[in-house]
């Protein structure tokens, strides 16, 4: 197709070195014009410092830069874009005290009188980005208060609206429900269609499939191989990633038999939405968690998935209502606290793990003992001898890809960030062990690697309640499902009924309606 014509990015025998640690090793990438070429490769392969490198965020050690047939080396960001080079970045980069709007023309605000922004332009101009994208957010609304989901739109909304001729994603759909995912993937086929040039890096393997003209594979910051997706299958690609065969889940049993370890009656959540209007963002739920069971939690972004998870961690914002039993004490939902459910064993793995989950400017050290504080340093103080073991041990456990425990958090890629957030909350030793989206941004081979996990953990007798977004995980995974829907329970789904379909007829309204008039 494209093939014959010149690139209008060509890479040669890129290098990059961190210290010691050799991130990538002589990839070349050659990006055409109206196609998306998707790069494909387990955590810390360096997908993400080739595309830093391209867009101007990293210098490179080694190797050439072509853009339009001119050598180039970008030494910022802006440099970058100057070229026509936009890039939307894996983890989000906005600034939480600014709006909506302000995130969008950070740095290229519009000036009035020459000196002063302008800030109604700035607002104007958002909203119809915004619009234009069908992207249902208040240009003013400050971005600390949006849920991620909402924050990697704004995120991508930026990127657009620099009308870049090259658009880089890393990872862009990683925090977007089914729907918003959908709208981003044609967004971005209509942007090739009109001749931009687009580098997309995704773990989904169907979207990437759904999406690429071309894939490139790197394995340990290695160039494998460009193929032609229609040339190429998902076992190639799988294959070509990790070296190895993965191995397929099996359906998990029933174990409604066990004890109950928590149970939580007609848990509530009101509070205001982002217009001011007071809403049920969790609607009477009722469940029980059984010992060793995985209790999967489905449903649309939106549907109040998350908080439920909140309300029975004591974490959640608004006004609560309900009661969660555990070890035979009832307690109300309004009085839980997030200390009070760790010191009762309960263990919460929040979505973002940027927010909440991770100190990113400390090391892996000091995120590694956070939980874990009053158990290993029970008079106040703590070793660094003690530490160092316990990050040790969540390296070795979680097969982190690190220096070790002294290397920075924000040095590690996505995924590796991932394994350190789980690892850290395992050292509490938890009985009930609540996760949000657990492999979010996870690469094939070091998801398996977290479900055996899982699994393992649920058969040593501890109880986990899990969100995900992913139907193939929720299935694999889950002994039972609770789907929700618009804040209400609308189903538990034994294992052996279970099935996408069945979870997304109960996930939507318009399937409830459907089920509802059959029965
Ligand atoms: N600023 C940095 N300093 C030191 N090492 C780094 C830095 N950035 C990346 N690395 C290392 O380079 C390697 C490649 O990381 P990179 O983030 O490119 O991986 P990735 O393919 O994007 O992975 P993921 O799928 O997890 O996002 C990893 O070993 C990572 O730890
Ligand atoms: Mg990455």
Request: glycine content about 8%; aromatic content about 4%; charged content about 25%.
């Amino acid at each position: 197709m494209t093939d014959s014509s010149t690139p209008i990015v060509s890479l040669r025998r890129i290098s990059k070195s961190f210290g010691h640690v050799v991130a990538l090793r002589c990839v070349d990438l050659d990006i055409h014009a109206a196609e998306i070429h998707a790069i494909m490769g387990e955590n810390g392969a360096g997908k993400s410092t080739l595309v830093k490198i391209l867009s101007g965020v990293h210098r490179r050690s080694g190797g050439e830069m072509m853009v339009r047939g001119h050598a180039v080396d970008f030494a910022t960001p802006k440099e970058a874009e100057r070229s026509g080079i936009a890039i939307i970045h894996q983890e989000l980069n906005l600034i939480p005290s600014l709006t909506v709007s302000e995130n969008i023309f950070l740095g290229r605000e519009p000036l009035k009188a020459g000196l002063f922004i302008d800030y109604a332009e700035i607002e104007r101009r958002s909203a119809e980005i915004l619009t234009r994208f069908g992207i249902d957010i208040d240009p003013r609304a400050d971005v600390e208060n949006l849920r991620v989901g909402e924050q990697q739109l704004v995120e991508i909304a930026r990127a657009l609206s620099l009308n870049a001729d090259v658009l880089v994603l890393d990872e862009p759909t990683s925090a977007l429900s089914e729907a918003e995912a959908q709208r981003l993937a044609s967004f971005v086929r209509e942007l090739a269609r009109q001749g931009v040039a687009i580098i997309y890096i995704s773990h989904r393997m169907s979207e990437v499939f759904a999406m690429a003209d071309k894939i490139t594979v790197l394995r340990d910051g290695n160039f494998i191989a460009t193929r032609r997706s229609e040339e190429i299958s998902e076992r190639d690609i799988i294959r070509m990633m990790v070296g190895r065969e993965l191995k397929k889940q099996e359906v998990a049993p029933s174990v409604t038999s066990n004890p109950v370890v928590l149970s939580a009656r007609n848990l509530g959540l009101e509070r205001p939405n982002s217009r001011g209007r007071i809403h049920s963002v969790v609607n009477d739920v009722s469940f029980d968690l059984h010992a060793g069971e995985i209790l999967g939690i489905g449903g649309l972004l939106g549907s109040g998935r998350t908080e439920v998870l909140e309300l029975i961690f004591g974490a959640a914002i608004g006004k609560r209502s309900g009661s969660v039993a555990q070890r035979g004490v009832r307690m109300r939902a309004q009085s839980l606290t997030p200390r009070g459910s760790v010191t009762n064993g309960v263990a919460f793995l929040t979505e973002d793990r940027k927010g909440t989950g991770l100190l990113l400017h400390a090391d892996i050290r000091s995120n590694a003992v956070l939980p874990s504080l009053p158990w290993i340093a029970p008079l106040g103080w703590l070793t660094t001898l003690r530490e160092d073991a316990v990050a040790k041990r969540i390296i070795d456990a979680m097969r982190v890809r690190c220096q070790g425990p002294n290397q920075g958090i924000d040095e590690l890629s996505g995924g590796n960030q991932q394994k350190i957030v789980l690892g850290k909350w395992l050292e509490i030793r938890p009985s009930v062990v609540l996760l949000d989206e657990p492999t979010r941004g996870i690469d094939v081979g070091a998801k398996e690697e977290i479900y055996d996990l899982l699994k393992k953990l649920a058969q040593s007798g501890v109880a986990v309640v899990m969100v995900s977004s992913e139907l193939p995980e929720l299935l694999a995974l889950s002994n039972r499902i609770l789907v929700m829907c618009e804040g209400k329970a609308t189903g538990i789904i034994n294992s052996d009924e279970f099935s996408e379909e069945r979870v997304m007829e109960l996930a939507t309204p318009l399937g409830n309606a459907l089920t509802g008039e059959a029965a």
